[in-house]
């Protein structure tokens, strides 16, 4: 009978927890909804020069002494909300160094991912009210896309949900304007790009005849002859006779006439191509002859990829949305640079396959020929590995699961859902075929597993296989790839503000293990897509521990400046300090010392990359700094992706990597970065970090084989003149490459906005040296507005051209092919009643409105406006179907 009471009575006290659980998780349920529904955030940048104006920045850690206010602002648009179990996360790419409120906290958890929690002194989100939270915050924010997206509210045993007015890409609808607060310094002598100084920028571009641009070519040529006649293809079509290109090359070319309206037809216009490396002086893929006459076109190349190449210049000559033309010429032509590539990191956020194959299709348009494919990342493993299955359903995911045991805690505005890019991956068949793809438009695919820093997604993803499998009581098994010693203690920070489980182990036999194991399986669906790997990409940037650099100081030392961070520098490790395995390596003298580590590595790695039958290996340059030279590494060439800031000393840094042996891919920030704004402007998405802006001009005008030579064409991230000189040889670029990371890029519309008109102006640098470029001369001094070394008044008719022909022809293309390029926003200013306007590409159509944007009209000529109307201007794509940001005139 006892027994049978202890049941009765068990069973009712377990009907009343569950009972107890499920009103409370209904409660808790309701309050994240009435949150996500009834709030709105707004987030408002108050001082980005806070230092200035007596916050003492340095005692609060800030990084280089640097700090700014702002202020959170949620407004309760219902009914008051009293309950306080709850907690709103959000992204912020800025750490919160204070927060000046006694109603709230807010922690960091982990990257960029915050949570906002009421103290006991919050009392209630007033009914129709407004309460604010004061935050002072690390560096500056000088742009709207600082602001990330999709806050979300939690509480126990609810599900999370997205604070409505937050889910969105328009960053204005919970961003304030920036305004004034665009500036990084006091002394920032940037220009804010209004109508009026987009105008100015624009006046020295005037706009060209089409027979000016009859027989232009991009990317230019290296010599070309164009001749007197227009050959018609509207009615006959072309014959391809391309027997010596492979059939799979040969779809490609004919698919892309058909797309420019051009039928093949036997009885059309013959291009008949042949081999003959003879007929070239110089060993150089992708070289070629061609001869476009009245009655054929003929090309002689030197390899497969010359003929793929000539047939692209035919392409480029047929205009869009036209009747399809080609003009007679001669053309005498190779590659500048082996390597022309383009960098796509895939980590942060992630872009679809059908976003990578328009990306490759353009670059095959403009003789892009490297797609450095960055594969993983801490917020994200994004390539399906057989017998791994967690680092793509924990490591490819996101969503809100604080143990991280079934995904990767949000980041980068994903929100507490997977529905997102921030999650998804490259199914195995995906891969194989974007290598496919790929090779059929002679594109090499270079994948890169970032290692041993910038590995959290993998790390956390291998932790989670490792508890599964002690659970299953596999210890041997659990143990072959796990990527960190549960000895280390170390106390890190990486850049974007992850810990010590953002490093690999570089000190495991199971770290090296893992290496193996994933360059096997990717080596092993390039095989299968016919593009055995040529290139294998270690990655290896930023492996240390910021609040070690040069921004910071110790707390203790004797003499501190306001301008740098003070912390307690003894609580700072660097990565894997205090692992027993790394220890172990240093004391048997395998290694010099712990930051020695990530060069030790990378050689350990090239030694698998070779056994793999792979002789070249890639890097960010930082990655093997501490590697005596090219030749300390086991495979036969090392390349390295330069990416130092020119004004900081990358014009003289680079000699160094070069006259180590290493091949030298220019990559720099300050130039070929395109997640940088395209202009001055916090309506503009990008980072600022390194330069202001990277615009087509800019881009155009950068001298990759001549870097001191920029200094007379382009000023520094404030907008002051630098100057610049090489101290040792040269021996040259191996080649160009331009990158989009995607931390805050997370749509693939967005992707294209950043990547495109600007990958033209790279695959023209990358393909071809311009008359005003100079040659290298060692100890020459250059500086803007002082020395005369570059032919300005070349350079600026060679821009002319270029812009002309993006503007006139181009865009059209990119029209066509359904890219979501952007469109740049028209100068104008008022002239003596007048309304003047102008663009940075002519030929694109500009508007203008007099009622506020509720109409519009075509800019053809100055038109006279009553000053007193509020008069707006944007643009128009060439197809008609999209128009840029429009401004008001002030």
């Known amino acids: ?10 069973g009712v006290i377990t009907a009343l927890l569950s009972t107890a659980m499920s009103t409370t998780a209904v409660a808790s349920q309701a309050t994240v909804d009435t949150l996500s529904q009834q709030l709105k955030v707004n987030y408002h940048v108050i001082d980005n020069h806070a230092a200035n104006h007596g916050v003492d920045c340095s005692s609060l850690g800030g990084d280089w002494g640097a700090c700014n206010k702002a202020t959170i602002s949620l407004t309760n648009d219902g009914p008051a ?3 306080n179990n709850w907690a709103i996360y959000f992204s912020s790419i800025r750490m919160i160094l204070a927060v000046e409120t006694d109603q709230f906290t807010i922690t960091h958890l982990t990257g960029d991912l915050h949570k906002i929690e009421p103290t006991e002194k919050f009392t209630a989100f007033p009914e129709k009210g407004t309460i604010e939270i004061p935050i002072i915050g690390e560096y500056w924010q000088l742009s709207e896309s600082d602001v990330i997206p999709r806050w979300y509210v939690t509480s126990e045993g609810a599900k999370p949900k997205v604070i409505n007015n937050t889910n969105t890409e328009t960053l204005s609808d919970f961003v304030s304007p920036i305004g004034q607060q665009w500036q990084r310094t006091p002394d920032d002598h940037n220009v804010l790009m209004t109508p009026v100084t987009r ?14 641009l009859r027989g232009q070519i991009i990317p230019t040529p290296t010599h070309i002859t164009v001749g007197k006649t227009n050959i018609a293809l509207d009615k006959t079509g072309v014959n391809l006779q391309l027997k010596s290109l492979n059939k799979a090359s040969q779809a490609v070319l004919s698919k892309q006439f058909q797309q420019l309206g051009v039928k093949l037809s036997d009885k059309g216009y013959k291009i008949q191509a042949s081999i003959d490396p003879t007929q070239f002086e110089n060993t150089v893929s992708g070289a070629y002859l061609l001869n476009i006459s009245d009655k054929q076109a003929t090309i002689t190349a030197y390899d497969e990829s010359g003929i793929f190449y000539a047939v692209e210049s035919i392409l480029s000559l047929i205009p869009a949305g036209e009747k399809p033309t080609i003009t007679t010429a001669e053309i005498n032509d190779a590659p500048r640079f082996d390597y022309r590539g383009i960098m796509l990191d895939t980590g942060r956020n992630f872009k679809s396959k059908q976003a990578v194959l328009k990306l490759l299709d353009q670059m095959s ?7 450095h494919f960055h594969l993983s990342d801490d917020e994200g493993w994004r390539i399906e590995i057989p017998d791994l299955p967690e680092l793509t359903s924990v490591g490819g995911q996101r969503c809100h699961d604080l ?13 507490p859902d997977s529905d997102n890019l921030g999650s998804g991956y490259f199914s195995r068949d995906d891969y194989i075929e974007i290598v496919k793809y790929a090779k059929d438009r002679f594109i090499e695919v270079i994948p890169e597993i970032d290692m041993p820093a910038h590995a959290r997604a993998a790390i956390i993803a291998m932790e989670a ?9 596999k210890t041997e098994q659990a143990n072959e790839f796990r990527l960190v010693d549960p000895t280390d203690t170390s106390n890190t920070t990486t850049v974007q503000f992850y810990d010590r489980r953002s490093y690999l182990n570089p000190c495991l036999d199971s770290s090296k293990r893992f290496v193996d194991k994933i360059i096997t399986e990717i080596a092993k669906m390039h095989s299968e897509a016919g593009q055995p790997i040529a290139v294998w990409h270690f990655g290896g940037d930023e492996a240390k521990n910021i609040r070690l650099g040069n921004g910071y100081q110790d707390i203790n030392a004797e003499e501190k400046v306001t301008w740098k961070g003070t912390i307690d520098q003894s609580k700072e490790d660097h990565p894997w300090a205090k692992s027993q395995a790394c220890q172990a390596l240093v004391a048997q003298g395998t290694v010099h010392d712990i930051e020695h580590l990530p060069s030790y590595f990378a050689i350990e790695v090239s030694k698998i990359i070779k056994d793999h039958g792979i002789n070249n290996m890639q890097a960010w340059q930082d990655g093997v700094k501490y590697a005596e030279n090219a030749q300390s590494f086991a ?18 840094s680079a000699n160094d990597w070069a006259n180590k042996g290493y091949q030298v891919i220019i990559s720099n920030p300050d130039y070929v970065y395109f997640d940088f704004p395209y202009e001055i402007n916090p309506k503009e998405h990008g980072y600022y970090w390194a330069t202001r802006f990277n615009d087509e001009r800019k881009i155009f005008s950068f001298a990759p084989n001549n870097l001191p030579q920029n200094a007379e064409t382009s000023k520094d991230r404030d ?3 630098f100057n610049a000189k090489g101290t040792k040889d040269w021996p040259g670029s191996y080649g160009l490459s331009a990158q989009l990371w995607s931390e805050i890029v997370r749509t693939d519309k967005q992707m294209e906005y950043m990547m495109y008109p600007r990958l033209l102006a790279v695959a023209e640098r990358a393909w071809h040296q311009s008359d005003w470029e100079t040659p290298y001369v060692k100890d020459r001094e250059y500086k803007l507005g002082e020395t005369q070394y570059v032919d300005q008044t070349t350079l600026l008719n060679d821009w002319t051209r270029f812009a002309n022909l993006i503007g006139q022809r181009e865009l059209a293309k990119l029209d066509l092919a359904g890219i979501n390029y952007r469109l740049p926003i028209p100068g104008a200013k008022w002239v003596d009643g007048k309304l003047h306007a102008n663009i940075a590409f002519p030929g694109l159509t500009i508007e203008y409105s007099l009622d506020k944007g509720k109409t519009w009209l075509t800019y053809s000529q100055d038109v006279t406006v009553n000053q007193q109307d509020q008069v707006m201007v944007r643009s128009r794509a060439a197809d008609g179907k999209r128009t840029s940001r429009a401004e008001i005139v002030e």
């Open 199 to 212: 105008f100015e920028r624009n006046a020295d571009v005037q706009k060209l005849s089409a027979s000016t």
């Open 719 to 721: 907008g002051n003149v």
């Open 465 to 473: 296989r490792y508890n599964r499998l002690m659970a299953e009581g």
């Open 635 to 652: 495979v036969d060439q090392v390349r390295l992706n330069f990416w130092d800031t020119l004004y900081w000393g990358g014009f003289d």
């Open 365 to 371: 348009h403009y003789k892009l020929n490297k797609f």
């Open 403 to 415: 143990s991280e045991q079934s995904c990767l805690l949000p980041q980068l505005g994903s929100g």
């Open 81 to 83: 909300i009293t309950d």
């Open 1 to 10: 009978m006892n027994s049978l009471k202890t049941t009765l009575l068990s």
